[in-house]
């Protein structure tokens, strides 16, 4: 069975903080790792990672995945309250009937304080 | 441009009553899902299709069902529901399997 857990399960940073989100994952046949941001609705996608060791970043966010110790880390900068959500990762296996299924970790709930 | 749309956004159930979930997509994607979300929780998935006439379970299938008898619409079946199911439910398709993944708003309900 595919596994994902997210570390920490809350977080309670100040306006300016840096802040690293962590994602360990266990799953056979990986292709790839998302990650989410869920504001008090659907899910907002984030970033997708399928290579290792390769950053991708989007202002102040920024995340890497690696494949040899099976985790991912999402970074953000300068934190705003705006960046208050639930931060979800998910995994997806390679191919098959699996294709598009997501397995989603617990999630980290972020709370930035003016 | 309306994307997944899901019907009701609120719903209360009593033990025992039967409802269905409604989701519809614009995209043409072949690809759709069932996923529910409880309380402090990552989301699951229930059922998926990957086309007209090809629906498959998922994680937590028990106590639904599904049909897609079209391209657009996936809807969820709750038979006979119990409080387990209290949840909020979120519908999503997607383009390619991982790609281009839309989630829709969600319906929250509540079995009492």
């Known amino acids: 069975e595919d596994k994902v857990v997210q570390s920490p399960l809350s977080l309670v940073v100040h306006e300016g903080d840096t802040v690293t989100l962590n994602c360990s994952y266990e799953v056979t046949n990986f292709r790839s790792l998302l990650w989410y941001k869920q504001e008090k609705k659907a899910p907002t996608f984030l970033f997708m990672l399928t290579s290792s060791g390769i950053e991708k970043k989007s202002g102040r966010l920024s995340s890497i995945l690696d494949k040899k110790e099976l985790f991912s880390i999402l970074n953000i900068t300068a934190t705003q309250t705006g960046d208050s959500a639930v931060y979800l990762c998910?995994?997806?296996?390679?191919?098959?009937?699996?294709?598009?299924?997501?397995?989603f970790g617990q999630g980290t709930i972020l709370t930035v304080h003016p | 441009n309306a994307g997944v749309t899901q019907t009701p956004k609120f719903r209360i159930l009593k033990i025992g009553q039967s409802m269905t979930l409604q989701c519809t997509q614009d995209?043409?994607?072949?690809?759709m899902y069932w996923y529910r979300q409880d309380p402090g929780m990552g989301l699951k998935l229930i059922y998926y299709s990957v086309g007209a006439g090809i629906t498959d379970k998922g994680e937590v299938p028990n106590g639904y069902n599904v049909s897609r008898s079209t391209t657009e619409d996936f809807p969820l079946r709750l038979e006979l529901a119990a409080p387990s199911q209290t949840s909020v439910y979120f519908c999503?398709?997607?383009?390619?399997?991982?790609?281009?993944?839309?989630f829709g708003s969600g319906t929250r309900l509540t079995v009492v």
């Open positions: 995209m043409n994607h072949n690809y």
């Open positions: 998910a995994v997806v296996r390679a191919g098959g009937t699996s294709y598009g299924k997501l397995t």
């Open positions: 999503a398709s997607s383009r390619d399997g991982p790609y281009g993944y839309t």
